[in-house]
Structure formats: C-alpha cells, structure tokens
C-alpha cells in the first residue's frame, strides 16, 4: 500500500489505493462506493454480502454478486424470508456463490429481521440512516492512518450491537461499519481521492429518510 494511501490512475487521477487499478475494483471505487444509498434492497445486499465477506476480500464477493443477486431473488427480503431448507441446499450447491451454511441460514433469517425493520420504521433506509454520525464522531482529517486505525466506530458499534439485539446474524462492528462506509453513511474517500469532494457534495444533496408510521399489523 502505498505511504498516503493513495494511487494515481492512467487517466492521472488520484484515488484510494485498495482497489489496486483492477478495472472492476476501481469501477466499483468509482462509480459506488460511499456514495449514499435510500433503497432498502441495495441495503439488505450489502449487509449481508458484507456478512459474506467475513474471512475473505470484498473483490472476491464483488466478483460473485450477480451470482449472489441470482442466489438470492435480488435480495428481495419479502422473498429472502420466505425461504426454506430446499432453497438453503440450493444455495450450498451453487458454486458462482460463497457456500457457507451459516451465512447463508443468517441471510434469510435476516429477511425476517429486515421485514420487522421495515414495519417498525417504514424502512431499512429510515433504520440505518438513524445512526449516521455526527459530525463530532467524525475525524477532522480522512487519511490513510486515520482510515487503518478505525476498523470500526462508535456508530457501527451502536448499530451492531441493537442489530444484533433484534436477532440478526453476522453483523459485528467491523462489518457494519464497512457497510455504512460503502452505503454513504460516512465519507470515507481519502483526502486527495479525486472521488472525495463528489461524495461530499452527494452526501449534501441526499434527503435523508424519515421514519415513517408502523405498518398497519406489524
């Protein structure tokens, strides 16, 4: 990794270091991460893909996700919840995806999960963006060391811990807190990553969204 963290491009920009110039990486760095994100479904993919992660790289899952989005009807956690032991040995035998029983088992009860969410505040969106950090929580300056010494933060040990109050699964602090860095929830674009100022301006512009009534039965 280089000294600041950061590398420059063949079209001469300077970005974050970890994608390493891979081309889908860098897409992935360029075009989604830490921009924010309101859709509940975009949501409950990356949570549990970053479940997924656990114990191996983010490029390896990236390379899997349509096989995962395939898997899984879309992460579409209406259809998720609804899963049963035949769509869990579905998913055991199917190679484009990461077979591991637990975390696969942990997706749908997750489905479940993220149903209850979405009936006690309207949305998973609603849920998680009720923990952004304030601007207090936050460093004064996002450089590498910062970066590397902040696996996780107050804030993803907050949301990790109520999470894991509700029954779901997989969602320790480190992997929710590169959920919230991949979702938007913080800016965590490196100082003189050309991407850093777009997201900021992004994260500006974005209507947080508001809690809405419980759903009629929940």
């Not at 349509?66 to 199917?94: I, S, T």
């Amino acid at each position: 990794m280089p000294e600041k963290g950061l590398i420059t491009g063949e079209d001469g920009l300077s970005r974050c270091a970890w994608h390493g110039n891979l081309e889908d990486y860098r897409r992935y760095h360029d075009e989604e991460w830490g921009r924010p994100v309101a859709d509940d479904r975009r949501l409950f993919e990356k949570i549990c893909l970053e479940g997924f992660q656990s114990g191996l790289s983010w490029l390896t899952i990236l390379r899997k996700r349509e096989a995962f989005r395939a898997a899984f009807a879309g992460f579409d956690f209406d259809v998720v919840a609804e899963f049963r032991e035949a769509d869990v040995e579905r998913c055991l035998a199917d190679p484009g995806i990461v077979r591991h029983r637990g975390k696969i088992v942990s997706t749908v009860n997750n489905a479940l999960r993220a149903r209850e969410l979405r009936d006690e505040f309207g949305s998973l969106a609603a849920y998680f963006w009720s923990y952004e950090p304030n601007g207090s929580e936050r460093p004064a300056v996002m450089d590498y060391e910062t970066l590397v010494a902040n696996p996780t933060t107050p804030a993803s040990v907050r949301i990790s811990k109520d999470l894991k109050k509700r029954g779901w699964t997989f969602v320790g602090p480190t992997t929710v807190y590169a959920f919230m860095q991949a979702m938007g929830l913080v800016n965590d674009h490196l100082e003189g990553c050309f991407c850093r100022d777009g997201v900021e301006e992004m994260r500006r512009q974005f209507a947080r969204p508001a809690a809405g009534p419980p759903r009629s039965g929940a």
